[in-house]
């Protein structure tokens, strides 16, 4: 059985609204799990006035991640149907973004997932809330917890 880390963020509608429904979706479909605050965020990667609401889930799954993937892009596509990408393959707004953060100690790299996620130490808006459940979590590759890689954001980092 695997812990999976996933980040979830919406920025469009009524983000809380939203981002419940992701949540109980996600838990009907693995059952139990952690939660984070939330975290409120500029956009990344792209210009918007609507701020990001952000939260960390923690679930555990018997699934493997190609699996656990499709069931989440299933969720996400079901709640947030329209692109998530501009014409040009840019960013873009959205109801609801779920992105697999981290599954145990393992790395993955295939074209359908990347994880640990590779912006990972890069996104003050994954790091906050998912140190808030799972700062023992350490990245496979440079051993740092999510608190660490906090640390070495820079302070003012446009959030």
């Known amino acids: 059985m695997a812990i999976y880390i996933i980040n979830m963020g919406s920025n469009l509608g ?27 965020s500029r956009s990344w990667g792209y210009e918007s006035e609507h701020p990001f609401l952000n939260v960390a889930m923690m679930f555990r799954s018997d699934l493997e991640p190609p699996e656990v993937l499709r069931r989440l892009q299933e969720i996400e596509h079901r709640l947030s149907p329209e692109s998530h990408r501009t014409a040009d393959g840019g960013y873009a707004d959205r109801v609801l973004d779920i992105d697999i953060v981290a599954v145990d100690d393992r790395v993955i790299d295939t074209p359908e997932l990347k994880v640990p996620h590779p912006h990972l130490a890069e996104r003050r808006f994954f790091l906050e809330p998912m140190a808030e459940i799972a700062d023992g979590w350490r990245h496979p590759v440079t051993g740092l917890t999510p608190s660490g890689m906090l640390a070495k954001l820079p302070a003012d980092d446009g959030e």
């Open 14 to 40: 009524d983000p809380r609204l939203n981002l419940s429904r992701g949540m109980r979706a996600v838990a009907q479909e693995f059952g139990d799990f952690e939660i984070s605050h939330t975290v409120r």
